[in-house]
């Protein structure tokens, strides 16, 4: 939900205060902070729920103030702009972060981390889940963007996911095709509403063999990725019949940079924060690439990363 109008702040945090924690309300909170890419400007606002009940009413306020929100993961695809976000972020406390297993089925709150449901299927002997346990990011983010990695995909292993209306009023589940999960795409990218907790459908294997191949991933990840610097990970999605980071090296644009930001010397398909970057440097970088690669290819390159702000 965005809007122009600039929101009054100092009372919606009374009104916030009403039934969220003091200490989980706080204004002018710079993005960098919680962000991969360690860069971008200021959200007005960020609250924290606690619990569903919490996230309602907040989402009801929200809706009736027509004030902007927007829900963060772990901010590991997103990037907020130097000119801030004018809205609130809101962010899943602990309550939210439980992953539970059950016969062969896992299911994790969309706080998780995606990481931590991988570790959990693992210990109880369930396959599925290898191929996203190197991905950094929560089950919200991963089911919102339909994360994949080594040939899977969260589609793959979703049974279902419970979520609650943008405007607070509704909680419901979907599965299967209601979910429209598609390339880094899901249903939730269009109503934007809000992933409680997903339920993955997974197969009883044996655990040593599990655990190695999510060691060999993640040795694959750390050899291939700069993992080491700040990023979004790919930063374009994969056009069809290409792939985004062949394009970009093949344009000569390897280790190129624009202030602090980089297309990786190791992995041209990401964009990395030297040190320094601003969101500003990013964004010139990120047309520098789409406009070199059209020129030369003909092909668009579209963000996966999740552009917000001014
Ligand atoms: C080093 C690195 C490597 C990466 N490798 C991969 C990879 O192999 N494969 C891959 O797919 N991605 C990869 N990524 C990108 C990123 O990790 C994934 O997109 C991840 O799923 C994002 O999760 P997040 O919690 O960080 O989401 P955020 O960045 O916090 O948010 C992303 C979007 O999801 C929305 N969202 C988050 N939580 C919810 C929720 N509960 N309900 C509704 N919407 C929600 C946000 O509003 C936002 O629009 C990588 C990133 C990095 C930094």
Known sequence: MESEKQIDIESLCLKMKEFLA???IKTNVSMSEYTSFRAGGKA???A??????????????????????IILGSGSNILVKDGGYNGIVIKLGRS?????????????????????AAKEAMEHGLSGMEFASGIPGSIGGGVFMNAGAYDGE??????????????????????GEDL???????????????????EFQLEKKDKEMISARMKDLMERRNRKQPV??????????????YFAGKLIQDSGLKGLSVGGAQVSPLHAG?????????ATDILKLMRLIQNTVFEKFGVRLEPEVRILGD
């Open 228 to 241: 080491n610097l700040p990023s979004a990970g790919s930063f374009f999605k994969r056009p069809e019949g």
């Open 44 to 46: 007005a606002a960020m």
């Open 22 to 24: 003091f200490e989980n």
């Open 48 to 69: 924290v729920v606690e619990t569903i009940p919490e996230l309602r009413r907040l989402l009801n306020l929200l809706t009736q103030e027509k004030v902007p929100h």
């Open 154 to 175: 969260m589609k793959d292993i979703i049974l279902s996911v419970r979520a609650i209306t943008s405007d607070g009023t509704r909680e419901y589940s979907l599965s």
């Open 270 to 278: 990401f964009i990395v924060n030297n040190g320094n970057a601003t």
């Open 180 to 198: 429209m999960l598609g390339y880094r795409s899901s249903v939730f990218q269009k109503n934007g509403d809000i992933i409680i907790c997903a």
């Open 96 to 116: 939210f972060h439980t992953v539970q297993a059950e016969e062969n089925v896992i299911t994790a709150f969309a706080g998780a981390k995606i990481s931590a």
